[in-house]
């Protein structure tokens, strides 16, 4: 434990990013759709992936299938020819896309690789697709391999499934082997698809909304599942970055402990998790510019969210969900969400908060209705998921 | 700080062992349902949630149980116990009984009640609930055991002051094949006088944890 003592003097930048979506598959074409209001999740009559149509955001298949065929031709002589899973598709172009520029980051023994994902491959339970794939490519440490060796890591991959959170879980391991000095760099990417298994799961849940969800609306009724894939490089270094630098100084996790599928009925194991990171990077509510919530439109979460910022005393900070533009991506979200919230701190610019109209949680949120330009320089991000589980994390520009 | 395991447990084929001591075992079991359900009994657990609990998360709570019999987390804030769980293969036990139920379209069944277990950390939230835990919690996958992975997550934890005792394993089940060690990490400073009879606390480090799921 002698890495103790100079833990505390670095500080992790974010390098680099990408957004795979509905909305685009770079984070300019996401926040360019966002910015114009536009909206990924469409209703999908799809009989192979689910029996009745059903509010969706797909990335398109045609763009991804003709992307990868090019990627794959730039590193033809190095990488198996495939056949590549639908998964595998987004999480090797948008970790492409992340490297560009850092290229050499990938072979250096200082990097670590770390993966986010609820479900990995996990349409290849379905019968179509027994002959294409090894059965173990069903398994995560198996995807994890394939992403690896496709870009030469040189460690095994840090995989975290900790459902809704995972993403977070993810950015916050990298962050902390990053200031304890075992590594110096990280990529960490996250991503999962919709399959059917995972649409059929959250309907009978009861937890899908028959049309695009309203996060933090009166008349929210479920949520909308989305798939992507979003990756980031974290590093001890700020890098060549044009614009000004963000670093994440603050991160924490918390469970429940009171129900597996339902969020805690008072908030304040999120509102915990809020406090411990704003703690961690020494700041107070009054610091805090803008929130990133989870803001997942089922009427439980949102209700949830709302108590737990009321007991961290930041209600008046303005607040947006993502979810209502290309819904809920699982192991995608915490990384995604995060790459479009540092966008508004580098561009100081906050995104209306997509299907909210009317206030609709038991506490008043100061939910953003229209893009703005305002200083944003400290941003929340927040997470919570099935096994009772909170994330929050801080993210601060210089 | 030093750090130790002040408590651990091992189950692994129909053996169960906590703290060096083999406290179950059984000839003739029959497949993993009637192994666990055995320990369950013999350990006089009355907690009725645990039959609605799916295989990993009924193998990881009886794994944390034994662990917690000997060795209490109950001095500690509860947001100052963190939870880390690692595996091979994720939900895949459940999650192939919910393909089960999707599989055909004309008798097409999908339960939350087994969907919810689709998710390798509900043996998190599982654990968190019975001992009242609500720190950290992580579950990590990696294709066979990695001490070392575990060992350096569950030490930032402690490093950045997130933590002050620590569970931390993992969690395997397959068809009939189980696996699991659990172990409670505490600093040595925090360690009661009284030891538990015949078992010394080991070092928490990547050795120890191999050195435990050695013992079968």
Known sequence: ?398 | MNLCITSYSRFHGNKVLVNDRLVFYQENILNFADFIKSVYKQEQINYPKFYKMDAISKLGFLAADLVLKEATVEGYPPDAVGVVMSNSSSSMDTDMAHNETIKDRSSYFPSPSVFVYTLPNIVIGEVCIKNKIKGENAFLISETFDARLLCDYVEELFINERVEACLCGWVEVLGDNCNAMVALVEPEARRRNEDIPGFRFLPFNAGSLDLIMKRN
């Not at chain 1, 002589?77 to 948008?94: C, D, H, Q, W």
């Not at chain 1, 670093?247 to 304040?268: K, M």
Request: contains cysteine; hydrophobic residues 40%.
């Open chain 1, 1 to 398: 434990m002698g890495r103790i003592k100079d833990h505390m003097k670095k500080s992790v930048y974010i390098l680099n990013d990408n957004i795979i979506t509905s909305l685009g598959f770079t984070t300019a074409e996401n926040t360019a759709a966002i910015r114009q209001n536009m909206s990924g999740i469409h209703t999908i009559s799809d009989p192979v992936l689910y029996p009745v149509p059903l509010p969706l955001s797909q990335v398109d298949t045609t763009v991804l299938d003709s992307e990868f065929g090019m990627l794959l031709q730039l590193y033809k002589k190095n990488v198996p020819a495939g056949p590549y899973t639908r998964l595998e598709k987004m999480f090797i172009l948008s970790i492409h896309a992340t490297l560009d520029g850092y290229a050499e980051m990938a072979a250096n023994p200082k990097t670590l690789l770390v993966i986010s994902t609820t479900k990995g491959n996990i349409n290849l339970l379905e019968g179509r697709y027994k002959n294409q794939f090894n059965h173990k490519r069903v398994y995560l440490w198996e995807f994890g391999r394939i992403i690896q060796q496709f870009f030469g890591f040189r460690h095994p991959p840090l995989i975290v499934s900790n459902a809704c959170i995972s993403g977070l879980v993810a950015i916050m391991a990298a962050s902390r082997f990053i200031q304890s000095g075992l590594y110096d760099h990280a990529v960490v990417a996250g991503g999962d698809i919709a399959s059917e298994f995972v649409i059929s799961g959250f309907q009978s849940f009861q937890a899908l909304s028959p049309a695009p969800c309203k996060p933090f609306d009166l008349h929210r009724t479920g949520l909308s599942l989305g798939e992507g894939c979003g990756s980031m490089i974290l590093s001890v270094s700020p890098g060549n970055a044009t614009k000004s630098s963000v670093r994440i100084t603050g991160a924490a996790t918390t469970n429940d402990a009171n129900h597996i599928s339902g969020p805690s009925r008072t908030g304040a194991e999120l509102s915990q998790a809020i406090n411990l990171s704003m703690n961690q990077a020494a700041l107070t509510p009054g610091d805090i510019d803008y929130i990133s919530a989870h803001g997942t439109a089922t009427p439980y979460n949102d209700e949830m969210e709302s108590k737990a910022i009321d007991l961290s005393r930041l209600t008046h900070v303005p607040v947006n969900s993502f979810k209502g533009y290309w819904g809920h991506t699982l192991g995608a979200a915490g990384i995604i969400e995060s790459v479009a919230a540092i966008t508004s701190m580098k561009d100081n610019f906050l995104y209306r908060s997509a299907g909210f109209d009317t206030p609709g949680v038991p506490v008043p949120l100061n939910v953003i209705t229209s893009h703005h330009h305002t200083a944003v320089n400290t941003c929340l991000k927040t997470a919570s998921g099935f096994g009772g589980c909170n994330a929050a994390m801080i993210y601060q520009k210089d």
